[in-house]
């Protein structure tokens, strides 16, 4: 038999201070130390496993696999047991020494030189998951046998993680390890039952080992072994071998939804970078999904361990209403945000992912075009955001994109631009849209007039962010995009060449016409023409190509942005019977409020508001009862 007595031996290096910077730097979160140590006793189950392949005697004629945790609430004390491979002496000395080993006073002397990210970015590099129980603990106690081995081979292994541990041989009957954590009085409130098995559901509730925590049936005056985790984790399943029914119910249990997910995408990528994802579309969108600061629900596994939420590190923020789950297979256990904001493979995930997302949306509209219309009736506003943020990915955005349409005849938002295209007129070179407030007010505008008549279709945008994304969208399949409240000499062109009836080609008659109303507006408007563009209106307003439009200077305004004055072109129309009336008045005074009132008129239709609408009012009503 070995030597029973204790011996207490030294760190080889400074672990006070090494753990001191673990915990507050890599360990932010005192509850991951739970999921340190059951990830640690999951492995070595697995490393049993796989040995005992070629021994079975490693069995011990026990092949029935478990984690058990139990709470001595009187002791003040945590203990997690399982049944894998076991440690011997040296195993124990080797394998919770791993932070004292040669190259950890290297690493102190360069973390004085050097700032927090840096720090994180090499402990990421040690084995440091079972010092997280000092987070928690004052004193840790590890009882271990190594399978094969005799029961005087069990080793008792105690630290208060200061500057020593002891260790010695002690009788164990059962192979596998036994971790005691005896909790800081600090920390009293994880000997609550519910609380720590709330916490194993979080972060263990698909290791596919079942967890059991003791557990006391007070109508029975019994204690028995509960399992408290699934045990199971539905990605890593063969798609073939997962129903329909079973994906919407593990995404209403995972992401808390009481609706059915739309569409979901399940994929498995093997190489250098081997992952499985998991990403649902919510049939709701969530009450603070509007708010950009607000991240999704997307969760990073490493081997079935759950790691943390990563949405705004692999998901970008237009596609924020996407739920879903990555399990890496070589992304380490121990990481933190910043070594997950500088890790390439995180990067390139994030590309992959987005890609995958974005294909999978082009394949539903193609496929399904009816549930492709539920998502973007809840989300489009939100990947209307994509073309501004997402350069690399725009052309697939744009291809996602669905507008209102003077060529349909509810406010629905489901013409896509190839649609449009494909209906556009011979050397139709231009695709043409309107910014309004809201459908009522495009559907309604003297900007449509000539449009309708013409049979050429305008989008029709009425989303707040429609104004902004359109700064950002410049051609598709060839054709400019052209706001129809700008002036565009193509159009006008067009028009004038097909209402032969009206002949304005000689403006010259209307030169002293047209110098009178700039006289009276010259403050308010940069030119004013006539046109044959307008039809029920008598006059319209329309700013340069190049010069602010009204959506964007109300957007502006609405964020507490200053806007300098718009200047606009003001057009009459030649056969509108009030411009040939107001053609007629020689009164000065009359003609300038005729004038000043149509103008108030384009300028409410164009703005929406009315710096003095009282003012406007007068004027009504002084030409009404004249």
């Not at 997402?390 to 209102?404: G, T």
């Not at 300038?592 to 008129?601: G, N, P, Y």
């Amino acid at each position: 038999m070995e030597e029973t007595k204790k011996e207490v031996l030294q760190f080889q290096s400074e672990v006070k201070q090494l753990l001191g910077l673990m915990v507050y730097s890599l360990y932010s979160n005192r509850d991951i130390f739970i999921r340190e140590l059951i990830s640690n006793a999951s492995d070595a189950i697995n490393k049993l496993k796989f040995i005992a392949i070629s021994d079975s005697s490693l069995y011990e004629k026990e092949h029935d696999f478990e984690i058990r945790i139990s709470l001595d609430k009187k002791n003040k004390t945590i203990s997690i047991r399982d049944n894998g491979i076991g440690m011997s002496k040296s195993d124990i000395i080797k394998n919770l020494g791993t932070i004292a080993k040669s190259g950890t006073k290297e690493f102190l002397k360069f973390s004085k030189d050097c700032d927090k990210k840096n720090i994180n970015q090499l402990i990421g590099q040690f084995g440091v998951g079972f010092y997280s129980s000092f987070i928690v603990s004052k004193k840790v106690i590890v009882k271990s046998r190594l399978a094969g081995s005799e029961r005087s081979q069990g080793v008792l292994w105690e630290s208060e993680g200061t500057g020593e541990y002891s260790i010695k041989y002690e009788d164990k009957v059962d192979r596998g390890t036994e971790v005691i954590l005896h909790v800081k009085e600090d920390q009293e409130d994880l000997l609550s039952h519910s609380k720590l098995s709330n916490i194993i559901k979080r972060y263990s509730n698909h290791i596919d080992i079942p967890i059991k925590m003791k557990t006391v049936d007070r109508r029975e005056n019994r204690t028995f072994w509960k399992q408290i985790n699934l045990a199971t984790a539905l990605w890593r399943k063969d798609k073939s071998n997962i129903s329909e029914n079973e994906y919407r119910e593990f995404y209403k249990n995972l992401f808390k939804d009481s609706f059915d997910p739309i569409f979901w995408m399940h994929n498995k990528v093997e190489g250098t970078q081997e992952y499985i994802s998991l990403m649902f579309i919510p049939s709701k969108s969530s009450i603070d999904l509007w708010n950009r600061e607000k991240k999704g629900s997307f969760y990073l596994y490493v081997r079935r361990v759950f790691i943390k939420d990563i949405s705004d590190q692999v998901v970008p923020n237009y596609l924020r209403f996407i739920r879903g789950l990555i399990d890496s297979e070589h992304l380490s256990l121990n990481i933190s945000r910043e070594i997950l904001q500088k890790d390439e493979n995180v990067r390139k995930l994030k590309k992959q992912i987005t890609r995958r997302i974005l294909n999978s949306l082009e394949m539903l509209s193609k496929n399904h075009p009816e549930k492709y219309q539920m998502v973007w009736d809840g989300f489009g506003s939100v990947l209307k955001e994509g073309p501004a943020e997402d350069i690399s990915h725009k052309s697939s955005i744009i291809n996602l994109l669905r507008f209102s349409s003077t060529f349909v005849e509810d406010e629905q938002q489901t013409v896509s631009l190839r649609e449009y295209c494909d209906r556009a007129e011979k050397g139709q070179n231009k695709i043409y849209y309107l910014t309004a407030d809201n459908y009522i007010s495009a559907k309604k505008s003297p900007h449509l007039d000539c449009f309708k008549n013409q049979n050429i279709e305008v989008l029709l945008l009425y989303d707040r962010i429609d104004e902004w994304m359109m700064n950002y969208i410049f051609e598709f399949r060839g054709k400019e995009f052209q706001s129809i409240s700008k002036n565009d000499s193509f159009l006008e062109d067009t028009v004038t060449q097909r209402k032969n009836d009206i002949i304005i080609s000689d403006e010259k008659i209307f030169q002293p016409f047209l110098k009178r109303v700039k006289m009276v507006l010259e403050k308010d408007i940069k030119d004013v023409h006539m046109t044959c563009r307008l039809e029920k209106y008598p006059c319209v307003l329309k700013t340069d190509k190049n010069e602010m439009s009204s959506q964007m200077a109300k957007l502006f305004s609405s964020v507490g942005q200053s806007v300098p004055p718009i200047k606009y072109d003001f057009f009459l129309n030649r056969s509108h019977p009030i411009i040939n009336k107001i053609m007629k008045i020689e009164d000065e005074n009359l003609f300038s409020r005729w004038v000043k009132t149509i103008f108030s008129q384009a300028l409410l239709i164009e703005q929406g508001y009315l710096k003095d609408v009282n003012q406007f009012i007068i004027d009504i009503n002084q030409l009404l009862s004249s």
